[in-house]
């Protein structure tokens, strides 16, 4: 897309702090880190949210992530991945963070909403879900 400002990167349009590059796949500090070390893995095919990726371009995103943990040298980090608007997403060209965490004021922060769970509903979702499978 010309307006991506993942895919300007990709394309060598826009400079970036490449770590790592293949094929598929791109991963570079992000220019706004929560974390010393906060780098982005950017499938090249670009899509908006996860599903739109095809699966063969997904292949290397992980290995890329768990490399760039070690190579940080990061015990503690998170690997995160937004989809859409309401869960956070910025940019709309699919990307993975490998946020280290060191601390506990550096790296993502998060809340984890948990509720109750009704077995009996969480059995019919189950279901259904598993059916789609």
């Not at 997403?89 to 509720?115: C, R, T, Y």
């Amino acid at each position: 897309m010309a307006a991506c400002i993942f895919c300007k990167i990709i394309k060598g349009d826009i400079p970036s702090f490449k770590l790592f590059e293949s094929e598929r796949v791109l991963a570079f500090l992000d220019i706004q880190p929560l974390s010393q070390g906060h780098a982005l893995v950017v499938p090249k095919a670009h899509g908006s949210k996860l599903t739109d990726i095809p699966d063969d371009q997904l292949e290397e995103v992980l290995p890329v992530a768990k490399k760039l943990a070690m190579a940080t040298g990061s015990e503690n980090y998170n690997i995160l991945q937004n989809n859409g608007k309401l869960a956070h997403q910025e940019v709309d060209h699919v990307h993975f963070h490998m946020i280290p965490k060191p601390n506990q004021q550096e790296g993502l922060g998060i809340g984890w909403p948990a509720s109750e769970t009704n077995m009996e509903k969480l059995k019919t979702y189950f279901n259904e879900v598993k059916a789609k499978m």
